[in-house]
Nanobody, 127 residues
Framework: VQLQASGGGLVQAGDSLTLSCAAS??????????VGWFRQAPGKEREFVAAIRGRDSNRQYADSVKGRFAISRDNAKSTVNLQMNSLKPEDTAVYYC???????????????????WGQGTLVTVSS
């Protein structure tokens, strides 16, 4: 399984950006697959951002992004996207997508639940 996150860039506070996660070796629409987005800011630990579970499209978000970010699957393109609106400087980080298998709801926010990780994409939000 290989994952590739893309779509990062430099934006201003208040702008929007959409990240995409593409995969080879696995179908992101598979009902056993949960795709999660995580981020790591300089000097900080990795943190959960959002996830979507294949079985029922259950979506979970970190409190810090709830109402601003939206995770979705594009089955036609075989990607999982993270729409980020009203970006803030504190959203600056490297964003990673990851895959977990047969996750229960209570495990979707834990990075330890995810088996495969892609290389990240940098999002920089200027004030």
């Amino acid at each position: 399984v290989q994952l590739q996150a893309s779509g990062g860039g430099l934006v201003q506070a208040g702008d929007s950006l959409t990240l995409s996660c593409a995969a080879s070796g696995v179908a992101l629409r598979d009902r056993d697959v949960t795709v999660g987005w995580f981020r790591q800011a300089p000097g900080k630990e990795r943190e959960f951002v959002a996830a979507i579970r294949g079985r029922d499209s259950n979506r979970q978000y970190a409190d810090s992004v709830k109402g601003r970010f939206a995770i979705s699957r594009d089955n036609a393109k075989s990607t999982v996207n993270l729409q980020m609106n009203s970006l803030k400087p504190e959203d600056t980080a490297v964003y990673y997508c990851a895959i977990g298998w047969r996750l229960i709801l209570s495990s979707m926010k834990s990075g330890q639940s995810y088996a495969d990780w892609g290389q990240g994409t940098l999002v920089t939000v200027s004030s």
